[in-house]
């Protein structure tokens, strides 16, 4: 069963995913997206389609954090407040699972020691604080295996996600000696139109902090049993990987073209083009016209 991490929205792809032996996920909560990744976060309707699939999800923090500058402890703490309301309010990410850290470099000891650490017990602080000094989660790092092995020395994470690069400092180690909880490895790849990376799992360390979410049937888009609709817009209408404009487009739906479609919220419906039952991308409601 493969495990694979990626920046972008799953929801279309998650039938073909599932086909292709997928059993996790590991998706991101941020502060905001970007134009480059404009559907990067997990949101709770992705999350749920996900584990309606039978899948897993990991999560990782991540806002740029890709060299030292993007540390300290008031940083640290800013994305543990931000990271644990997004998974016990928006998510409801079950306790007991496992929020990782990106430190997305190769940090030098004084790297390490100056901001990678205060940022973790920025993170700790805020976890305890929202808590009652009882996380419901377990914190977790994404980087290299020298960042990883400090951490851990100093009781600041309890799951350790080895970034791609084995050249990065102790990683080697790590993985030699087992210091690891997963493992993602090169080269990039891309799986069902979806670009991603694949995972190793630790096979002595089983529990990497994945978990599933409660699935509300009416909240999960599908298109099974759904009308045929005709797309009525002058022009191409954009298929989207998500119900909404901050959705990266998938592709396009040509006027006329008809498809099996059902509303997911009051705009925006899922499309199923092939009439097998799986969501191919979102369109705009207001373009498609239901046929009788």
């Given amino acids: 069963m493969l495990i694979i991490d990626t920046p972008y929205n799953t929801t279309a792809k998650l039938g073909c995913l599932a086909k292709e032996n997928v059993q996790t996920i590991i998706r991101y909560y941020n502060f905001s997206n970007s134009r480059s990744f404009p559907d990067k976060c997990l949101t709770l309707m992705e999350a749920q389609s996900i584990c309606s699939q039978g899948m897993n999800i990991a999560v990782v923090f991540q806002q740029r954090q890709n060299s030292a500058d993007d540390f300290s402890e008031t940083k640290g703490y800013e994305a543990g407040r931000r990271a644990y309301r997004y998974a016990s309010n928006d998510i409801g990410q079950p306790e007991g699972s496992g929020i990782y850290f990106s430190v997305d470099f190769d940090a030098s000891p004084a790297d390490i020691t100056g901001s990678i650490i205060p940022f973790f017990q920025g993170i700790q602080r805020a976890f305890e604080e929202l808590s009652g000094n009882q996380p419901a989660y377990r914190v977790g790092v994404y980087g290299s295996g020298a960042t990883a092995a400090a951490l851990s020395k100093n009781n600041l994470c309890a799951l350790v996600w080895l970034a791609m690069s084995s050249g990065f400092r102790g990683t080697k180690d790590a993985i030699k000696n087992g210091a690891y909880h997963i493992q993602q490895k090169a080269p990039e790849a891309t799986l069902c139109g979806l670009g991603l990376d694949y995972n190793l799992i630790n096979p002595q360390q089983s529990d990497f902090g994945a978990f599933v ?65 799986l969501i191919d991308g979102f369109a705009a409601s207001a373009f498609l016209k239901e046929l009788s």
Wanted: hydrophobic share 30%; no cysteine.
């Fill in 213 to 277: 979410v409660p699935v509300e049937t009416s909240s999960v888009p599908t298109a099974v049993s759904a009308p045929t609709h005709e797309v009525i817009s002058r022009t191409s209408l954009r298929l989207r990987g998500g119900p909404g404009t901050e959705y990266s487009v998938l592709g396009s739906l040509k006027p006329r073209q008809l498809v099996v479609a059902k509303p997911v919220n009051p705009e925006w419906s899922s499309i199923d083009l092939q009439g097998d039952g």
